[in-house]
């Protein structure tokens, strides 16, 4: 991942390292020094040369580095003078600007095509209404319209978590899109830095659809009117499917950055055993939706396979891990009770979560 970035002699300095240990130091461009991931760069030291026409000049960088919590002390000396000296904490990486790369020149293609008809898509304000619009249609021809007014309030209410999420780490949103058959999506303009990020963002969604269900039960416990209980436990439901430990669902996000800040091997390990248990889910219950999604979050475990040295995201310390396992299991067991709660009414319709559950 990216840990600093100096201006130094006229260009950018920059050092990139990950868990794993190893180190790379560049001076624009040009890679001038390189530590192995064998070895112990707690401490560390890059020293480069560089010919000017008062002759040659001396860089080092030196410095400590711990990575649970996150804390790089480090110092810029040239010919011997100190230039620049600092401590970054993981705050300080969690509020740095994600650069964009250079775009590259256009070229012909359908996936290109396709890429700038999904931009085109994600700007225009009209599609949002037309997704939302083809959303209630569908909802409404496999159920009834006041069912599909509720499933898409549950949806957007989730989907306001996300981006309650982004808006709190200072990330520009795009808003909610509603996809009909699928669910929604909610969509920033920027990336994140560090993977306790991931996990509040991913975890915000099914959490705030906890607090619908809780609201709505409380509702339906003062006043008996059976259709809030039927939201509650049908939203429970559809927040425990999203609470599955696959991606690209948002358990499978909270079990990527959890396993991945262990190590890459756990974290690989970790998301290959959660797409098995989504095969046997969707075989046992044949949902051909968590099918499709098995197949978008094989790609990006894949990827991270891939990119497994050079992820550009700040790792979980130890009491983040805990605090995640922590939140992941309250918003489980939350989302579980409502369900088992309602379950055991009279009402066939409203046990029928937990009878699927119990299946």
């Known amino acids: 991942?990216?840990?600093?970035?100096?201006?130094?002699?006229g260009k950018t300095l920059k050092l990139e390292g990950s868990m794993a240990g190893w180190q790379q130091l560049f001076w624009g461009d040009d890679c001038v020094s390189q530590i192995s991931a064998s070895a112990d760069n707690d401490n560390f030291s890059h020293q480069f040369s560089l010919q000017s026409e008062q002759g040659e000049i001396q860089v080092e960088l030196s410095g400590a580095l711990q990575w649970q919590p996150f804390d790089l002390q480090y110092q810029l000396l040239v010919n011997e003078?100190?230039?620049?000296e600092n401590t970054l904490t993981e705050k300080d990486i969690e509020q740095r600007q994600v650069i964009q790369g250079q775009k590259q020149p256009m070229k012909f293609s359908f996936i290109g095509l396709a890429g700038l008809g999904l931009k085109l898509l994600k700007s225009a304000k009209v599609i949002k209404v037309l997704f939302a619009a083809g959303s209630l249609a569908a909802y409404s021809w496999l159920f009834s319209i006041e069912f599909a007014i509720a499933l898409i309030?549950?949806?957007v209410f989730h989907e306001y978590g996300h981006i309650k999420a982004m808006k709190y780490f200072g990330l520009k949103t795009k808003g909610i899109y509603l996809i009909p058959f699928v669910g929604g999506l909610a969509l920033s303009d920027d990336k994140i830095n560090t993977r306790w990020q991931d996990i509040v963002i991913s975890i915000m969604g099914p959490f705030f659809g906890l607090i619908?269900?809780?609201a709505c039960l409380v509702g339906y416990w003062l006043t008996d009117i059976e259709i809030l209980a039927g939201l509650a436990v049908f939203n429970a439901?559809?927040?425990l499917f999203n609470m599955l430990p696959v991606l690209p669902l948002d358990g499978g996000h909270v079990l990527k950055?959890?396993?991945f800040s262990i190590n890459s091997r756990v974290g690989i390990i970790a998301c290959a055993l959660g797409a098995i248990l989504g095969v046997y889910i969707s075989y046992h219950f044949g949902l051909a939706l968590l099918g499709?999604?098995?197949?978008?979050?094989s790609v990006e475990i894949f990827f991270e396979y891939k990119r497994r040295h050079l992820s550009e995201l700040l790792p979980l310390n130890r009491y983040a891990q805990f605090v995640s396992i922590l939140w992941y299991v309250t918003t489980l067991g939350g989302l579980s009770a409502i369900?088992?709660?309602v379950g055991q009414t009279d009402n066939g319709a409203l046990s029928l979560p937990l009878k699927i559950l119990s299946s």
């Open 1 to 9: 991942m990216h840990l600093l970035e100096v201006a130094c002699l």
């Open 81 to 84: 003078q100190l230039l620049h």
């Open 153 to 155: 309030l549950c949806l």
């Open 212 to 214: 619908l269900s809780i």
């Open 237 to 239: 439901l559809l927040n």
């Open 257 to 259: 950055s959890i396993a």
């Open 292 to 297: 499709f999604l098995l197949a978008i979050g």
């Open 339 to 341: 369900v088992w709660l």
